[in-house]
């Protein structure tokens, strides 16, 4: 199984900053990596596939990158609505797994 | 829109069973694999199975093989888990999720809004 490890497990960040979240994949998973926001009370949303590339609707301020093992979400200035947390997850292997999550936080 | 809505969680003792349903609309069900995605309360998510478009193909976690079982009825725009010998360790909001493909590989595009499974005698 492919272990997702994400850092840091929690991001305190001021709004307008930007926040930058890893991922790391203990074996390469390629670029088969997708990253979903979650609130609280809330299913997760669906940001990045691909490991670049946005879903539908999702604002430019989130980007993606790396391929391999090591991954990268960016949120170029953060928002209100932004602050939640954040999981990777590959889908290059089976079992498709996810990271522990990484809290945004409000600074 | 496409939507998918759960329902059938609810409280049972361990060893019981339950099944959960998962209603979709908005979108050509057939066409796309489906998948359910667990989250212990407090915890991170966990996929458990995923089914292709036509229900001939089949996956797994280890930690529900040989007590889960997925399925699906495209007459009803339906998907289903049926559990079996639940587990204190299965309590959890279980989700569907919408896959991009006809086939059981890639990422959730889509999701319900959960329904609470909760194991306890």
């Known amino acids: 199984e492919i272990v997702m490890t994400q850092s840091p497990a929690t991001l305190s960040v001021s709004p307008g900053e930007r926040g930058t979240l890893s991922c790391r994949a203990s074996?390469?998973?390629?670029?088969?990596l997708a990253w979903y926001q979650q609130k609280p009370g809330q299913a997760p949303r669906l940001l990045i596939y691909?490991?670049?590339t946005r879903a539908t609707g999702i604002p430019a301020r989130f980007s993606g990158s790396g391929s391999g093992t090591e991954f990268t979400l960016t949120i170029s200035s953060l928002r209100s609505e932004d602050f939640a947390v954040y999981y990777c997850?590959?889908?290059?292997?089976?079992?498709?797994?996810f990271g522990q999550g990484t809290k945004v936080e409000i600074k | 829109e496409v939507q998918v809505l759960e329902s059938g969680g609810g409280l049972v003792q361990p060893g019981g069973s339950l099944r959960l349903s998962c209603a979709a609309s908005?979108?050509?069900?057939?066409?796309?694999?489906m998948s359910w995605v667990r989250q212990a309360p407090g915890k991170g998510l966990e996929w458990v199975s995923g089914?292709?478009?036509?229900?001939?193909?089949?996956h797994y976690a280890d930690s529900v093989k040989g007590r889960f079982t997925i399925s699906r009825d495209s007459s009803k725009n339906t998907l289903y888990l049926l559990m079996n010998t639940l587990r204190a360790e299965d309590t959890a909001v279980y989700y569907c999720?919408?896959?991009?493909?006809?086939?059981?590989?890639?990422?959730?595009?889509?999701w319900g809004q959960g329904t609470l499974v909760t194991v306890s005698s």
């Open positions: 999720a919408k896959n991009p493909y006809p086939y059981c590989g890639g990422w959730f595009d889509s």
């Open positions: 908005g979108f050509t069900f057939s066409d796309y694999a």
């Open positions: 089914i292709d478009g036509s229900g001939g193909d089949t």
């Open positions: 074996q390469s998973v390629s670029t088969n």
């Open positions: 691909g490991a670049s």
């Open positions: 997850q590959q889908y290059n292997n089976w079992p498709k797994t």
